[in-house]
């Protein structure tokens, strides 16, 4: 019943355990250019930029330790090389001890508001 929802949402969703992509939609193909084995073969770890790592680590053991992570943010790499930011929401299961988890691609948002903070911050023309 709920599978379609997995399968058709623009959202990337996800179930995770401490190391690894259980399960991806094809959201996660479409946006980070792998396939869903590649995905799942190999740690997430490997495909997060490497200063995000250790926050990354620090909000999943905040999960495994109960607490809900309603937003976070890190850069993955696409296959092709570039870095997409995602933004989070994650919750743990207790049942199985599994993560499941939501994010959302905001590459273009965040370059939109820097872009408006670097308007908003320079100096006009005629000071």
């Known amino acids: 019943m709920f599978k379609k929802f997995f399968e058709i949402s623009l959202d990337l969703l996800c179930i995770v355990n401490d190391e690894y992509f259980l399960k991806v939609n094809p959201a996660f193909t479409k946006t980070l250019g792998y396939s ?3 995905l ?3 740690s997430y770890f490997d495909l997060i930029h490497p200063s995000d790592i250790e926050e990354s680590r620090d909000i ?3 999960l495994l330790n109960g607490i809900d992570v309603s937003h976070f ?3 993955y790499k696409h296959k092709d ?3 997409i930011i995602l933004s ?3 919750v743990l299961n ?3 001890n599994l993560v499941y988890a939501v994010a959302r691609d905001v590459t273009s ?3 939109k508001e820097s872009m408006l903070c670097l308007l908003y911050t320079s100096p006009s023309p005629r000071d």
């Open 81 to 83: 090389g570039h870095y």
């Open 94 to 96: 207790l049942e199985d």
């Open 40 to 42: 799942t073969s190999n």
């Open 73 to 75: 943010e890190n850069r």
């Open 88 to 90: 989070w929401s994650a």
């Open 60 to 62: 999943f053991q905040k």
């Open 36 to 38: 869903i084995d590649e």
């Open 109 to 111: 948002l965040k370059h």
